[in-house]
């Protein structure tokens, strides 16, 4: 499934590796899946299958990646972590939002990277992690 603009209604997907339901909220406020765990001041979710995939296969734990259908319930912005700084004019649309985002599905179907392009990433994300660099969180 890949999600798009079905009957003018865009699709949002979060990847993790949690165990959530229809109707949970992922809020703020809670140690990030990246980087040195600080508390995320955000919530970040993405219309691209793709970026949701990287979400689900990069977060930190032992569960499998998981891809869940969301929907925000207030205001959200582009994502500066991949947007102006990275990509500009967000091809990836990811977002961020310091509202919870809630579950409404689950995509179930989904295959991830290649081994050896997901390795790359990970080897590329611990350089950067060597070199002291986070996430963008202002």
């Not at 499934?1 to 979060?14: F, G, S, V």
């Not at 229809?22 to 140690?31: A, N, Q, R, V």
């Not at 899946?33 to 734990?61: H, P």
Request: hydrophobic share 30%; glycine share 8%; proline share 7%.
């Amino acid at each position: 499934m890949e999600p798009n603009d079905i009957h003018n209604k865009t699709l949002y997907c979060h990847g993790t590796k949690a165990s959530l339901k229809p109707g949970d909220l992922i809020e703020p406020g809670y140690s990030s899946n990246y980087g040195q765990r600080k508390k995320a001041a955000y919530v970040y979710f993405t219309a691209t299958m793709d970026a949701a995939i990287w979400g689900a296969e990069l977060a930190l734990g032992e569960e499998p990646g998981r891809i869940y259908i969301v929907e925000p319930t207030g205001p959200f912005e582009d994502d500066p972590n991949l947007t102006d700084k990275k990509f500009p004019g967000n091809p990836t649309k990811s977002y961020r939002t310091k509202d919870a985002i809630r579950v409404v599905g689950e995509v179930r179907d989904w295959q991830g990277h290649a081994p050896e392009v997901l390795q790359t990433m990970k080897d590329h994300l611990e350089k950067l992690k060597q070199l002291g660099i986070e996430a963008i969180e202002d």
